[in-house]
């Protein structure tokens, strides 16, 4: 349980970065994600 938990924050603040990222340069996130596509 408390592996979860501790995988969910990390995974939380993975993604608060990434939010930040994108409103930051949403040209550059789109451009990341045709790639990854």
């Given at each position: ?8 924050l990390?995974?939380n ?18 451009k ?6």
């Amino acid at each position: 349980m408390k592996k979860i938990r501790s995988f969910y924050l990390i995974s939380n603040k993975i993604g608060a970065k990434y939010v930040d990222a994108i409103l930051k340069n949403p040209k550059r996130f789109l451009k990341i994600i045709s790639i990854a596509e």
